[in-house]
């Protein structure tokens, strides 16, 4: 029963501390690097799961589902680090950005 509730804590743990960098890389729109990460933790996950079925206890299955998590977790974080070590765009004397580096996405419209 020990086993099975410290597996559970550390699952809930990995997954818990992946929210603040998640919240970082969906806010600068780095949707592409969400999926990534998901989708490696979660093949991790479920291909850990499944090979410590085969030759272990049901109880150490959580391990694999743990270290899926800490797979997502890592990926996430690289992805956060990468977000906040890129260069902020050039600006001007005015500090204004500049149309050389800055366009907007969409039009402005002004009255």
């Not at 580096?101 to 009255?111: D, I, N, S």
Request: with cysteine; glycine share 10%; hydrophobic share 55%.
């Amino acid at each position: 029963m020990a086993l099975i509730v410290t597996l559970a804590w550390v699952n809930a743990l990995a997954y818990v501390s992946y929210h603040p960098p998640l919240a970082l890389v969906q806010a600068a729109r780095g949707f592409r690097a969400i999926a990534v990460s998901t989708s490696i933790g979660g093949i991790l996950g479920i291909g850990l799961v499944a090979l410590i079925l085969e030759v272990g206890t049901v109880a150490w299955s959580l391990a694999g589902a743990a270290a899926g998590e800490a797979a997502s977790l890592v990926c996430i974080c690289v992805a956060a680090v990468r977000i906040l070590t890129r260069r902020a765009p050039a600006t001007g004397a005015s500090g204004a950005p500049c149309q050389a580096v800055w366009r907007p996405r969409t039009r402005e419209w002004h009255l």
